[in-house]
């Protein structure tokens, strides 16, 4: 009896933080859509992170990451660009989900609000916060170095204006963890010959300035990378000589190109 009555207390008191975690959690995920940075980034995001880093939402991850790929579907630009960043919290805590991806990739390579740092709505960055989904997807093996880099090449030649905080050195980011993680030299001489074919057929033959400018920044900072910190990405001398060369011509095909 007395133990009969344990676990009638122990599972009340289990339903009664649920309770509890449901009724903290669902404001902080509907604060998410706020246009006021003052609560969708530094309430709602940072409350959000600190309970997925420290496990404390671990009970309500479903729920989470439901809310998540609902946003990234048909919420605010504001709104799916965090719910991109908190996929890449969940992703470093070991939660990650390919089927968030795919909801994340169908998104990313098509949003055409490149706004980085907007006054009174604090910061978008579709395109940062997307990056750094990538090159974590990469770095931790959930998804191969082909498809960071056929992401990173979709990412390039889509819709949108000139960067302007950030996103090229980003992305660069997410190519250098690409570089350092592809399985043969072979692969990184297909994808720079597809980044030349694709993006610059898409920023100078359709005379797309927005393309042209910053595929020239990203190009500038991944080589920047390569060539000062190949440890930290871990990009060995094999790949460091093998890109660098191939970066450099694409800069010249580049500048020739907007002559």
């Known amino acids: 009896m007395v133990r009969r009555l344990r676990a009638a ?3 009340e008191e289990t339903m009664s933080t649920a309770a509890t975690l449901d009724s903290v959690i669902e404001p902080l995920l509907t604060g998410l859509v706020s246009k006021r940075p003052e609560v969708r980034v530094d309430w709602a995001y940072t409350e959000l992170k600190e309970g997925i880093e420290s496990g404390q939402w671990d009970s309500h991850l479903g729920q989470i990451r439901e809310r998540l ?10 709104t799916k660009a965090l719910s991109a960043q908190l996929l890449n919290v969940l992703a470093e805590a070991g939660h990650f989900h390919y089927e968030d991806y795919l909801t994340f990739r169908a998104w990313y390579v098509t949003e055409e609000d490149t706004r980085g740092i907007v006054k009174d709505i604090g910061p978008i960055m579709a395109v940062g916060y997307g990056a750094d989904y990538v090159e974590t997807c990469v770095r931790i ?28 050195i980003r992305l660069a980011r ?9 399985t043969s030299p072979h692969i990184l001489e297909i994808w720079t010959e597809r980044l030349s074919t694709t993006v610059l057929t898409e920023g100078i033959r359709n005379n797309n300035r927005a393309v042209v400018e910053n595929f020239a920044h990203f190009l500038t900072a991944t080589a920047d990378m390569v060539r000062s910190e190949p440890e930290k990405w871990g990009i060995d001398a094999e790949r460091a000589d093998l890109v660098l060369p191939m970066i450099a011509e694409i800069e010249e095909e580049l500048r020739n190109a907007s002559n």
Do not use: F, N, Q
């Open 9 to 11: 207390a122990g599972e």
């Open 69 to 78: 790929t609902g946003y990234l579907r048909t919420g605010k630009v504001w």
């Open 141 to 168: 093996g959930m998804i191969p170095a082909v498809e960071g880099a056929a992401i990173i090449s979709c990412r390039l030649r889509a819709p949108g204006g000139v960067w302007h905080d950030d996103e090229s």
């Open 174 to 182: 997410a190519a250098c963890t690409t570089i350092a993680k592809s």
